[in-house]
């Protein structure tokens, strides 16, 4: 089972952008194997302290470990897929095929 | 805001400041601080809030991107700070910021710094009467390219004046001023280099590094920060 938090900062277009993504990211390749918390910073910014999130929106995958982080709106898919640990393969910049892998 | 309103202040209690800086920093508004490597522009940023504590119990915020918040206690213990002491008081609190914790992150696609200005507003709203952010040089050389630091650090500047906290931002390198322009409306005022490269309202060509007119930082061990005029 895959953990991930996402942290953004209001209801902004990038906020929603990121969260798009990564849901799409997770529905693609983690299909009911994934859990997925949004945190808004500027609500509960405790929970931003807590790991020391500064950038927004930042994703932690929080499982399985290793923990990790990237900042962004995922707007890459491919980048984002192999940042997150969820494909092998760095994939190109442009990303036009994002999240096609099984 | 005009101009010509005077600037009401408030003291910062470091010794000789004061008397230079026309009886303290802009109150309730950001101010630049300025000076090279080794200036003690750190040192003036902390000793900001030690004394607003020991004079007047006033709290503070750090707001780190340098050294560690853990760095920062053990260096002040020297100068008679109990900053583990005050932060268990509440009178104290560090935001860290400093990269050595940091986990690597990978950037994909646009970000601005919307939790650090949220944890920043947090702090204040518990209380803060001063805060420090330390300093503008690491957040540019942190997030690359310059426009999301100087657009970010527009953003914290009005927060901070929206907030009414009486706060520094310390800076390294000249063309940092640059940037200052940008946020210049949110500043009340700005220490450095003679102020010709922004149109913030300069209180004092003081010059941390040392030696230009009308004031002069000397770093004291063991009395903190001493200023004293040149003439």
Redesign the interface.
Known sequence: MYAFRL????Q?E?SQ??ET?LRGLCESVLPGRYELEVID??QQ??L??EH???????VLRLAPPP??????????HR??AY?LGLSREPGSAGGTRGGDQA | MTDASPVERLQTGINGFDDVAMGGLPAGRPTLVGGTTGSGKTLFAIEFLARGILRSGEPGIFVSFEETAQDIRRNCASFGFPIAHWEQAGQWAFIDASDKLDEEASVIGAYDLGALVARIQHAVRLGARRVCIDSLSAVFSRFAGGAIARQEMHRIAAALAELGVTSIITAERAHEYGGLSVVSHHMGGAIGPSGGRCRARVVLALWCAGDLAPGVLRHCAGHGLRARGSR
């Open positions: 942290y953004i900062a209001g902004s990038r952008a990121a993504n910073a500027a910014p405790g931003a302290e020391r999130i500064l950038a927004t929106p930042t923990q990790r982080r990237v900042i962004g709106d995922l707007s890459d980048r984002a940042a």
